[in-house]
């Protein structure tokens, strides 16, 4: 009999809660191998009322009741004070009992960060977790951290970030040796602020054993020029933000190019199925896994709706599937002997 894997779920997490997830775990659920199955945490009463609604989902999923729930407004630190008891809180501590083998949560990203940290620890002596992104390319997907669980990052924090993301993009995406840069304001060696100059001289020198391809900058991030993408969580927000925003305005002023007249109207319904394909292939990542943990989180768009969050489902699902874990810990074990081999080449070559 095969194994089953659980997913533990905040289900009161995000701007609409059970309304949304219910439905939402209902529809992946019945698309994944029946070995899949869920945790749901929150209010027993509301989400037993709604899985009622779903046929079939009773006999897959499991409600754990939490009290409380986090509010999308919580600062980080507020979160950790009260976060015992809360719906998020449980689905997190679930994967480090070993109940199950990813966490999911549509709630406060500042809150699942810091509750993630203190109840799983980092991997390999990590500093702290980054947020990554997959977007699409015309070459399949590029790797994009952090997109927005750390503001200000030194350059050992980008170091960190292009080893996770080099191991992710392996495991994910199946590349053998994945193509790594850091984000910049121009590809020449002299610009940017002094962290991201920094973390490229390091990589530079090699003894971290990446494909290290120097920088990129914005208009390189869909253009497929590397696998993975690094740079700090402010700009990889504000970058991963704008896309979406510019994704929904084309999707928009097609749809209203489309259905001007009449003409437009009976052609955009003959296209209907190529046009689907291209919205699908704009729309933004529905889950970002938050690296560098002992153990596999992801965070779901606090807004997303009932397919955006069924997607995030069944990543969940595929990346438990995975050894993304085992492989990113094996290799950010050489990050500290790494760094300071480097240190001491730099400090020696006067670079």
Known sequence: ??????????????????????????????????NVRVLLHGDETVLNAEIARCRGLAERAEVRHAERVIGMDEKPAQALRRGKGTSMWHAVEALREGRASAALSAGNTGALMAISKLILRMSADLDRPALVASLPTPRGFTTFLDVGANVDCDAERLIEFAIMGEAFHRAAHGVSRPTVALLNVGSEEMKGHEEVREANRILRLGAL????????EGDDLTGGVVDVVVTDGFTGNVALKAMEGAARFITEELKAALTSNLSGTLGAALAKPSLRRFRDRLSPPPAAPLLGL??????????????DYAHAVRVAADLARSDISSEIEQNMRRLPSA???????AAEGGV
Do not use: W
Not at 294 to 302: D, Q, R, T
């Open 339 to 345: 760094l300071a081999e480097q240190g001491g080449q």
């Open 294 to 307: 002992n153990g596999l989180v992801l965070k779901c768009h606090g807004g997303a709706g009932q397919a």
């Open 209 to 216: 054993d990446l494909d290290y391809r120097g920088f990129v």
């Open 1 to 34: 009999m095969t194994e089953p894997l659980v997913i533990s779920i905040d289900a009161m997490g995000g701007d609409h809660g059970p309304s949304v997830v219910i439905p939402a775990v209902a529809q992946a659920l019945a698309t994944l191998p029946s």
